[in-house]
């Protein structure tokens, strides 16, 4: 049988996209050795265990969701508002694609128990907040801005399961205009 070249970011693109349709448990490594075109015992030469393999895949997933995703935050010739909502925009299409939901949050639920992941899962929660919190500070008090992206994060993943559950994308929608009417309102603080 011929030897399959594969370029190592098509590799894991591959390898992340099974996981992400099936889940972690519902994914085998035949599963990941058809979707390469690579044989299993190819795979088992470079990763010895599924769980070794999906800690890289992990660590890829979380540089492109850096890369596409949270990278919005630097891009100083916007407005804060509109990175805020560029960046949620750009993760709504992926957790829209093909009515997926969040990778990291799929994971999460699936694997947390457990821990196999918890800390890729935790650095791609909080940089994700941190992010948001960064884009917030602009506009709000630091201390109130980081409470606020933490809390964000954690009501965009209920909108991303309502979303799932029923289709309708108007829990996005409501999530991205309210959140970036965060930072067009009045400023307030929070006094503890």
Known sequence: MPVTKIDKNDFLLRCWEMFH???YYNTSMQ???AATGLQKAGLYHHY???EDLMRRVMEFALEQ???YVLAVADETGLPPEQRLEKLLRRHKKLA???RRG???ANIALETGREGLFNEVLKTAMTDWAETV???LSERLPAEQARQEAYRLVMEYEGAVLFYKIT???QYLETFVHRTVGLLTEPVTTVNN
Do not use: S, Y
Request: overall charge positive.
């Open 65 to 67: 969701f850096r890369l």
């Open 96 to 98: 829209t694609l093909h």
């Open 31 to 33: 599963n990941l050795a």
């Open 21 to 23: 349709l099936n889940g």
């Open 48 to 50: 010895p265990t599924k």
């Open 167 to 169: 289709g309708e994308e």
């Open 133 to 135: 919190g960064r884009i």
């Open 102 to 104: 969040c990778f990291f």
